[in-house]
């Protein structure tokens, strides 16, 4: 097995976290892009949504990341009893995550299922691939909200599907990967393609959001919906 290698230094993030709701037992937040979720093994790489919310949340743990170039709703457990108790509800897939992202080109459908096994691959650190025989299930929806054309400074215009993704499994890097293999990968991703065509080479970060964040809060028993508008 070939040992992976993370040389990846992230760039200082000025963003700051903002903090949509806290209780004694959550806190949702909508994190900035260029943010990592959890500190890195280098120490150049501390800044992260739980080094910072961990000074203001004492004993606050994460549930689920985003990655580091996504935006958008996350929650946060208080302690280490709501933490078991989110993380029952992400593993027992009772959780809806809902994003909104822009995709290259125009899709030909207004809807339709991404279902491929995705493995990881230490010899294509940090990419993840698509592998029916070694990957773990993944399924994805897509629903178109719009077409347009986007225009780039040197007046290219470049043609962008707007859509909702809805993930049923949490796979790393799992609607990066599906919608390259739609063949429309998300404007701005750099592992996956979304940065190949003519005058996307400066897109300033991934066009990924989580729009939408539905659970059943641990303590109340309440059905929380929550809903942050994509900033893109």
Request: proline share 6%; hydrophobic share 40%.
């Amino acid at each position: 097995m070939s040992k992976i290698i993370d040389t990846f230094i992230a760039p200082p993030c000025h963003e700051k976290i903002e903090i949509l709701y806290q209780d004694d037992h959550v806190v949702l937040i909508n994190k900035p892009a260029g943010l990592l979720s959890l500190s890195g093994k280098n120490p150049q790489n501390l800044d992260s949504v739980h080094h910072r919310l961990v000074q203001i949340f004492p004993g606050c743990t994460l549930v689920h990341r985003l990655d580091f170039g996504t935006s958008g709703l996350m929650v946060i457990a208080r302690n280490k009893a709501i933490n078991v108790a989110l993380c029952q509800q992400f593993s027992q897939r009772t959780v809806t995550k809902i994003y909104s992202a822009l995709l290259c080109g125009h899709l030909a459908n207004n809807e339709g299922v991404i279902d491929m096994a995705i493995a990881k691959d230490p010899a294509l650190f940090p990419l993840m691939s698509i592998c029916a025989t070694h990957g773990k299930p993944a399924r994805s929806c897509y629903r178109v909200v719009e077409r347009f054309y986007h225009e780039l400074k040197d007046g290219i215009l470049l043609p962008l599907t707007r859509v909702e993704l809805t993930p049923e499994t949490g796979r790393t890097h799992q609607l990066r990967i599906h919608c390259q293999q739609l063949g429309h990968p998300i404007w701005g991703c750099d592992l996956y393609g979304g940065r190949q065509l003519p005058g996307t080479e400066w897109t300033p970060r991934l066009m990924l959001h989580a729009s939408e964040l539905h659970f059943i809060h641990p303590v109340s028993e309440a059905w929380i919906k929550a809903h942050n508008a994509s900033p893109f």
